[in-house]
Structures are given as C-alpha cells and as structure tokens.
C-alpha cells in the first residue's frame, strides 16, 4: 500500500473491491459516517456520503467538506491487498486538525478571510459558508453560480474591475487555469462596501475535489487587502518621488526638486551668504557629434560628479536642469568660483582643451531671502545669456539693468501688438535719385510708428525686438500690403508709378513662403510686378544660402527686381554674386566715414564693389549718402546712383506724392546698368584691379600644396585671415600646416575634398569642416577648392573659404525656439509634420492654431503654485482681461492663484502623475474670472521642455460653463 500518514484513533477507514462495494469499516468510519455499511457501494450512502474513489485512479489525496457534519476532511486512497480478493483501495479519512488548518490559511496573507464560499462547478451552483457582518454587501446565500457572477459584476464590483472580475470567474476555462497554476488562482478587485464605497479584496481559487465520478468543487476565500494597497501605492509614490526626484545619470536634482531643496537648504542656513550658479556647457550639441553621445553622456557624468562633491563638502545643492545646463549654490567665495571653473575646465582640457565646449557661469548674489528660488536661477540665468558666444569672458554677474531691459522690452512687445491691431504703423518714402542729375529714379518704404503718446517713433526702438521675438514677418507683411495699397490707387487715380522698394528680412524668409505672399498681393491689388522692388540683406543670403537662391530667383520669374541690400558688409564674395542673380546691389558709404587712417581703405573697398558691379553688368545704389564730397567720389567710382539726406530726407507719402507730380524731378525711366565691355578675366588685370582690390573683392581664398597625406597653406589673404582667426605672424611651421587646427575627424574629410577636386578640376569639391580659431573657439567653415596643377607629386589648388558658424548656431537656435511649437502641435492631435510647419512659418501655424484649438492656450511652469509662462488673447477673453499685463499682475504671476481650491488637489495630483516631457492629461477645473465669478473649463495638457530647462504644460481650454451648469 502507497505510504499515508493518519493519526491513530482519528483516522476513518474503509476497504472497497473493484466493484466499489465496501468490505471493511472501522468504527471511526462508522462515527465520521453513519450511513456507511459493510457490503453497500460506497457511492451509495446519500446524504454526507463518504469520499468514494473514481475509477482508475491508482491513490491520491484532497480536501472534501462533510455537508452532514460541517467538516472538512483530509482524504487519502490508494491499493491494498485484502484477503480473497483483487484490485482492492484503502480510503482513509480524518478531521483537519487545529494544528493543520495552515493548510487554508496559508492561502491568504495575515490567515483572516472575510468571506468562503464553495463553488460546484458542475451542479452551477455556489454555497456562503462564512461572511463577516456588516462589511460587504452579500449576495444571496446560495443559488446558481452563473447568476452570482453576473449580479456582482452588474452591482458589487467596480465598474474599472469588471472586465478582469468576469475573465478570472469565467467558469468554462477556471479548472484548466486551476490545473495549471498547482490547484490555486488568485485575483485583486474592488467590491462595494455597505457605505456604498469600494475596498480591495484579494480572491482565492482552491481546488479542493475533482474526479470523474464527483463533481468539482471550488473553496473560494475573499480576504481584504485594502490596507496592504495604500501601503503598496505609498511605497511606490515615494519610489517614484524619489526617481524623479534626482537624475539617473548625473544623480543631481532635477529641475523642479532642486528649488525645493535649495529653498529648505537657504533656509537652514539663512545665516550665510551664497551665490546661484548658473552652468552652461557651450556647443555641447557638437561635443555629441564629434566624440559621440556616449562620451557626451560620461562627460555630463564627470560634471554632475565635481558637483555632488562641492555639495558634500559645502553642505549645499546642486541640480541638473537638463540639456547641458547645471546649476549649484556656493556659498560667496570668489575662490570657491575660481575652484569650480577650473575643475570643470579640466574635464574640457581632457578632450584637447577645445575652447568652443568651455563652461559658461552666470552668477546671482542671493541677498534676499524672500525671493522664489525659481526666480533666483532666472536671474543667474540672464547673466549667463549676457556672455553666451563671449569666449574670453566665461562669468557674468547679474546686474538689475538686466531684468530692467527685460520688463521693458515686454511691455515694448506688448505695445508693438497692440499698435499692430490698432493699425499705428505706417511708411515714409526716401527716394532713390541719379546723381548726375539729381532726379528720382525709385522709392523706398521705411516704417514708422505713429505712436498716440510719444508721437512719430524711429525703426531702431523697435525692429531689433520683432527680430529677436519673430514678430517682424507680421510687420513686414502688414507693410507690403500698405505699399501695394498705395501702387493700386497710383494707378486708380491716372499716376505714374514709381517703383518702391520693401525690406525682406532674416526671419520673414524663414517664416514664410515669400514668393506665394508677393504674387498674391500683386495679384490681389492688380500691380505690375515691377514696380515692387524687393530689398533682402546680404547677411541673408550668407546664413540662409540656399533657401534665399532659389527665392530670389523664383522672385526674379515672377518679374520682381530683386536688391541686395547692405552689400559689403562682411560677407561680400564673386562667389556670392555669381550663385545669387540679383538686379542691383546696395552699398553703405559708412566706409567713407572712417577716420583719417583708414580712410583710404574704406575708399578702396567701395571702389573695389562698384567696378565688381560693373564688371558683372549689375546695377549700384550707394545708400547714407549725405555730403556733395561723398557724391562726388562716388560718381567717379562709376556709381551713378544715390540715396541719402543729400538728396532727400525720408518723407511722408503724402509730401512724395507732390514732390512726384513735378516731373523735372523724375526720371520714370529707373535704374539703368552702365554698359561695358569687360570681361571678368580683365579683373584680374593690374592696371584695372589692386592686389588689395581683390582682398576685397574674392573673399577669403588661400592656395594649398597637398602631398603625402599633408595639406600645407602656401599662400593666403588677408581676409582668409580674419575669417579663421590665424595670426599671419605666426611661425612659418605652425601656420602652413593646416591639418594641425582641423578638427582630427575631419582631416580625413579635408584630404578627400581635394581628392574629388583632383577629379573634377572644372567643377572642383565642397565641403563644411570644423576647426578652431587662433583663440581655441570653434568655428566652422565652408571649403570650395579647384585643382590647378600637379608636379614631383605636389597638387596645387585654390580654394575660397565661408564662416558657417553663425548658419549652424542658428539652426540650433532655432530648433530650440521650435520646441514649444512642437509640443502645442503635438498635443492638438492633428496629423502633419512639423517640417511643413516651419516651411508655412509661424503666421500659417497660427492660422492652423485658429481652426484646431477653438479656445484659448495657456502655459503653465510644473512648479509649485503653477507660474504664469504665456496665456493667450482667447484665454484673456474668457477671464475678462484687457491686456496680459494686468492679468500677470492680478494673479501675481501665478496661474494657482486664480484656481479653485476644490480643483487645486486634483490638478496638483495630475500633474505630479504627467510630468515627464511629452505625456498628456485632459481635466475640467475652474478658474476665477476678474469679476470674481467662476469658469469652467475643460483642458488638455502636454508637457515640454522649453529652452531654459524648465518644465511647461501647454494647455489648450475651452469654456464649458455652460455645460457644468445643466
């Protein structure tokens, strides 16, 4: 017989043969089950029968529940031999001990259950055998086990559980899952308490009977796991408190833990004086490209490091405020600032030293205590903008006058928008003339503000702000259109027209399909193209190259005459002239108002750029033009056309329409080329072209000698020296190999651009490589090289080289300004790309905004009291403001200052939930108007991370109240 273990005077056995007649029974047996006598099968014995074996099962062992006698029973079988007999079984039977109820109790966590229930899956039907009183609401007793399923899922469990309640009680699948997972299941679900709230309850499946011939039954145990929930969710709250709380890489705080720390820590120790600091690693976006973002990675590790310790040793805090900014307080040694620059300068120096990826300080002395931490670090912060780019000053001090300029050029902004609406601006006219006859040729519109308070306000007190902002494409637009308004009543009222010229500035070509916005107002306004002259900067063209080319010349199709405007000013190349087909140049005669020494060098430049134009049969226009003198030499340069207050001052359009209608002071015929017959190889001729006219005139070129993987600059001018930063006084050593200040990924890249020119000598090779100045800064450069001549295995080549940091620092900017944009458009929902965004500009984007955010939009800093980033004129209008200035004044700068303390813990929970960049969250809340009266609205956030480092929600809103109130 199998090995079982009974104790002795509690066992109840019986013997069964083959046929499951029963042969043999102890008194035991008899007590446990009266009905029970020798010769019966033992199947037979009705009510509270005893466990009987299935056929064809060799032993085993369960738990079974006596119904007559209400107790559970340990059951073991298994074969015996019994004289006079075959194929006999032994079922032997006992009481669960006191001492053995584990075997139950281990099934639940502190062996207290609330309720237990037996399931009989093949009847379909369930019995309570235990239930606490007064906690849960019940179900019937006992009843069809399909029905308790289905009432307590409809009733008593919540309605997020309902879906995992019924798949866990799903009763045609439950004994497989049973069997699989050893004979126990277990399932977590909120059931309804009789106060009609929810607990967490933990259910368990036992299997405790299965076999052919008896139906199975199934204990389940119902336990409360409510207080072992809220101890899981607090231990996981403080777990994600803690992750967030710290960055995983540098182990620093991260943005908004840091002020709540350096806040606790300022005033644990009010008693010392600190500095904020504020840490920028310059170029660090081009550390990633040239060493790889892993080494990017271990060089922000070695950072967050130093600082960790100067933490540990001056009982202070530090913080990673994302990207490559850090920020830490000290306290007021300038010692300990001389110590933290030269510590962070050793890691630089690990890397070549390379001054381009020099750390930048911007340093706030904290004297009041009162102030927000937050706004400490802005003001670090703003000095450490004011030496951005300044490689010989790497600490800025916070000055007042810093914030000052600030405020003001808010306010400014703010002015220029409402003087915008308000239709404020307006043009003068300062015309173009020939100055062999004094008459005018063109007309060119220079904007004004006719300010209500401070009168008739010059283009200098506002232009830089737009370009700064990106708001100048809105006033530029709005002028073209004011121009072309003009032209069309000039030809509506029988006028000649004079062609006006119009300024097209950076940011407008960026912002905007230029070309689309000039033919629909000539079309618009019925104008021939002509007769609107399109003026674009020289620096334009330099920093957005190819853009700019394809424009002009789609401009110059489309029968605009195009000038380059400022020509000469730093940027002026043949190259240039030859790639961009522009009708006129502009040139400023401030070369001529150099002093004595240099006089004659400013002279010599613009006499180089007016027999450049005449040679390539352009037209000049020589602007500031303002003594007879300046005339006079210009005129003898071959430039015949001027502009400035020797002529004319800029006029109101009025007094030029009188002005105009005296034709002995018009030329209606424009601006004509002179006619010449050189060709440009006769520039090169010494009699018509100085060597220091071609300094002037090519740019900056150099002749190389490649030989042996070695690149030796033979010959350069002196603008190839200004552009890089050589010192022409150099040994001769260290400044004819040039390989020496490439950076070392790119030598490779340099030697294989006079390779492909080696190739192509008509078409030669170009290429953008890194290297650094004379002063360890970075820069990069634009390389155009031509094979001349080869001999005793030495290639000669002539190349012409471009600054193109100022192009690739732009980009970066402009992607940083971008993210905020990209984050509102994500959040929309609405499916395009942002490239086709950047590509309509920003007036596109907010037509797009207009149709796909019917509210307002509202920015909010993920900080504690939710300080005010931006709030739209949409939002302004559902709060009942005017401007935004009384709003942000209102509400102190702090959006939870106007919300419902009912909605502030909710909100606050949410936020805490959704406040990794890139997550979302939909709410309804409500905000006090300035009335005092309440507005609901509902909101759906994104969270970014603008350029500072900070953490913002954009939220788009919309009003509900009305909806709230039904």
């Known amino acids: 017989m199998n090995r079982m273990s009974a104790e002795s005077g509690e066992a109840g056995i019986y013997i069964v043969d083959q046929n499951y007649r029963i042969i043999y029974l102890n008194d035991m047996a008899r007590s446990y089950y009266p009905n029970l006598k020798a010769g019966m099968h033992c199947y037979e014995a009705g009510e509270g029968s005893a466990p009987c074996p299935c056929p064809g099962k060799d032993s085993g062992h369960m738990i079974y529940y006596n119904t007559s006698s209400e107790l559970w029973m340990d059951v073991s079988s298994g074969e015996i031999e019994w004289p006079g007999y075959d194929l006999c079984r032994l079922i032997m039977f006992r009481p669960v001990s006191e001492k053995n109820k584990n075997l139950f109790y281990y099934l639940t966590d502190n062996t207290v259950y609330d309720e237990l229930l037996e399931l009989n899956i093949s009847a379909n039907t369930y019995r309570m055998l235990s239930f606490q009183k007064d906690k849960y609401i019940l179900p019937e007793m006992d009843g069809g086990l399909d029905l308790l399923v289905s009432r307590s899922s409809d009733s008593l ?135 790889g973002e892993e080494e990017g990675d271990r060089f922000l590790i070695k950072i967050g490091n130093h600082l960790k310790e100067m933490e540990r040793t001056y009982d202070t805090v530090a913080g990673y405020m994302g990207g490559d900014d850090f920020v830490v307080i000290l306290p007021a040694d300038s010692s300990l600032l001389d110590s933290l620059e030269e510590g962070l300068n050793g890691y630089v120096r690990e890397y070549g030293g390379n001054a381009g990826f020099r750390p930048a300080f911007g340093i706030y002395l904290i004297e009041d205590l009162s102030l927000p931490v937050s706004m400490m670090y802005d003001r670090a912060s703003i000095a450490l903008n004011s030496i951005k780019g300044k490689y010989t000053q790497r600490i800025g001090w916070f000055d007042p006058g810093m914030k000052q300029k600030m405020q003001n050029d808010q306010v400014l902004l703010s002015e220029i928008q409402r003087a915008l609406e308000k239709k404020e601006f307006i043009f003068h006219v300062q015309p173009q003339c020939d100055m062999l006859t004094g008459r005018i040729v063109g007309l060119e519109s220079l904007v004004r503000w006719q300010h209500p308070v401070r009168g008739l306000v010059f283009p200098g007190d506002f232009i830089p702000l737009l370009e700064q902002n990106g708001f100048i494409t809105y006033l530029d637009v709005y002028i073209w259109e004011k121009v072309c308004q003009l032209l069309h009543r000039w030809k509506k009222e029988g006028r000649k027209l004079m062609p006006i010229s119009v ?64 020509f000469g000013s730093g940027y002026s190349s043949l190259n240039m002239l030859k790639d961009v087909n522009v009708d006129v140049i502009k040139i400023d005669t401030k070369f001529l108002d150099m002093n004595e020494n240099s006089r004659t060098r400013g002279m010599g430049i613009l006499e180089t750029i007016v027999r450049m134009a005449r040679v390539m049969q352009l037209k000049v226009i020589a602007e500031g033009v303002e003594e007879k003198s300046q005339a006079d030499f210009l005129i003898n340069t071959g430039c015949i056309y001027g502009q400035g207050y020797y002529y004319y001052k800029p006029m109101p359009v009025e007094t030029a329409e009188q002005l105009l209608l005296n034709d002995h002071y018009v030329d209606y015929g424009g601006i004509r080329a002179r006619q010449t017959q050189l060709k440009l190889e006769d520039l090169f001729n010494e009699n018509i072209t100085s060597e220091a006219m071609m300094n002037n005139l090519l740019g900056a070129i150099a002749l190389y000698e490649v030989h042996d993987d070695l690149c030796e600059v033979l010959w350069a001018n002196e603008e190839y020296y200004r552009i890089t930063g050589d010192n022409i006084m150099e040994t001769e050593e260290r400044r004819r190999f040039i390989l020496n200040k490439i950076y070392r990924d790119d030598a490779d890249r340099l030697l294989n651009l006079f390779e492909l020119a080696h190739k192509d000598p008509a078409s030669g090779a170009e290429g953008i490589l890194r290297r650094c100045r004379l002063d360890g800064s970075l820069m990069w450069v634009q390389l155009r090289v031509f094979f001349l001549r080869e001999q005793d295995g030495r290639c000669l080549y002539y190349g012409s080289v471009r600054d193109f940091t100022e192009q690739v620092e732009q980009r970066q900017r402009l992607e940083s300004s971008q993210k905020v944009l990209t984050g509102i458009v994500k959040m929309t929902g609405e499916n395009f790309s942002f490239e086709d965004i950047a590509k309509e500009g920003y007036k596109a984007v907010s037509d797009i905004f207009a149709k796909m955010i019917p509210g307002g939009l509202l920015g909010i800093y993920c900080e504690k009291g939710f300080p005010l980033y931006f709030a739209n004129k949409e939002v302004l209008r559902l709060l009942e403001y005017d401007s935004y200035e009384v709003f942000a004044e209102d509400i102190e700068g702090k959006v939870g200052n106007i919300l419902h303390p009912e909605d502030m813990k909710v909100i606050q929970e949410n936020i805490s939930r959704f406040s990794s960049p890139g997550m979302e969250y939909t709410l309804q809340h409500r905000l006090r108007k300035r009335d005092g009266s309440w507005l609901w609205l509902k909101t759906r956030g994104r969270v970014i991370r603008v350029e500072n480092g900070r953490t913002v929600i954009i939220n788009s809103c919309m009003d509900i109240t009305d909806t709230m109130k039904q």
Not at 220 to 228: A, E, H, L, N
Not at 522 to 537: A, G, M, R, S, W
């Open 157 to 291: 469990i919540h309605h997020e559980d309902r879906e995992a309640f019924l798949k866990f009680w799903n009763s045609s699948t439950l004994l497989d899952r049973l069997h699989a997972n050893g004979r126990i299941l277990k399932g977590e679900f909120r059931k309804k308490l009789v106060n009609g709230s929810f607990g967490w309850v933990c259910m368990i499946f036992v299997l405790f009977r299965c076999g052919e011939c008896e139906d199975a039954i199934i204990m389940c145990y119902v336990q409360d796991i409510s207080r072992r929930k809220e101890e899981e969710e607090e231990e996981q709250r403080k777990f994600r408190e803690k992750r967030e709380e710290t960055d995983f890489m540098t182990g620093l705080f991260r943005y908004g833990p840091f002020f709540e720390k350096a806040e606790q820590m300022l005033k644990r120790k009010a008693g010392t004086v600190h500095f904020m600091v504020a840490i920028d690693i310059e170029h660090f976006k081009f550390f990633n490209e040239w060493y």
């Open 503 to 566: 300024n097209v500035s950076r940011m407008d070509i960026r912002a905007i399909d230029i070309v689309a916005k000039f033919r629909e107002l000539v079309d618009q306004y019925k104008i021939d193209p002509k007769f609107l002259e399109i003026e674009i900067t020289e620096s334009a063209y330099a920093e957005d190259y190819e853009l700019l080319r394809n424009a002009v010349e789609n401009l110059r199709k489309a029968g605009f005459p195009v000038f380059m405007d400022d």
